[in-house]
């Protein structure tokens, strides 16, 4: 079989651009990473994070809440926050601004990832403001 390029090439570069033009397709959200019922029941690494924030006294700055003081509103800084973005603030601090750095701080080392899961979860309104507690397992 013999192909005529003349009448074929055109349709093949026009369906080629309709292909390059045509939406894509939407990805599936990323999961969570942390696990909420009814509020204010975490998952046990959340709770570790929740146990974080508390050991590292987080609140004297930005409100028990995490709703902010003297340091900015954590529940809109994760709105806007890159997880990378968060980590290096924890780790490095702010010092212009008044946030000391917590990389020397195995704890929060050890638990950024949970810390970040907590404030997540309460930046996405999923956890509740208040004491959490951990889902029985």
């Not at 902010?68 to 529940?75: D, E, M, Y």
Request: glycine fraction near 10%; aromatic fraction near 6%; charged fraction near 20%.
């Amino acid at each position: 079989m013999k192909l005529n390029f003349r009448i074929g090439m055109p349709l093949l570069v026009l369906s080629l651009l309709a292909l390059a033009q045509a939406p894509a397709l939407a990805e599936e959200p990323a999961a969570p990473p942390y696990t909420v019922a009814e509020g204010n029941n975490v998952d046990a690494k959340t709770f570790e994070g929740w146990k974080t924030w508390r050991a590292m006294a987080c609140e004297r700055c930005h409100g028990p809440n995490q709703e902010g003081l003297v340091g900015p509103s954590l529940v809109n800084s994760l709105k806007v926050l890159t997880k990378e973005q968060f980590v290096t603030t924890v780790t490095n601090g702010r010092p212009e601004k008044g946030m000391p750095n917590f990389g020397g701080i195995q704890s929060v080392v050890d638990n950024i990832n949970n810390l970040y899961a907590y404030l997540k979860g309460r930046s996405d309104g999923a956890i509740k403001p208040g004491h959490v507690h951990k889902i029985a397992e």
